[in-house]
């Protein structure tokens, strides 16, 4: 699931006002900067749960008997594999 730049932008400063007004940080470096890492932060989960969504669906394309994309029992195993391929990275 990829988002635009733009929307990563605006998810940026939403959490920054929002970190803000609600006093859970006090900052010593430009807002700019905070939010330059805030979006590299929302970048790599992004990439991070594509790798991992790409690890599922090799795995359940690889299964001898094809599973249709949508049925009951593909959301199933798409649902634990995901959650094991997650854990596996840390996440």
Do not use: C, N, Q
Not at 21 to 27: G, Q, R, V, Y
Not at 71 to 80: A, F, G, N, R
């Amino acid at each position: 699931m990829m988002l635009s730049d733009d929307k990563i932008s605006h998810l940026s400063h939403i959490l920054l006002s929002a970190l803000k007004e609600k006093k859970l940080i006090s900052t010593k470096v430009d807002d700019s900067v905070i939010r330059k890492e805030i979006k590299k932060s929302i970048a790599a989960e992004i990439k991070a749960g594509d790798d991992v969504d790409a690890s599922v669906r090799k795995k359940l394309s690889s299964f001898s008997r094809k599973l249709t994309e949508g049925s009951s029992e593909w959301e199933i195993l798409y649902k634990k594999f995901y959650a094991e391929e997650s854990s596996k990275k840390g996440r």
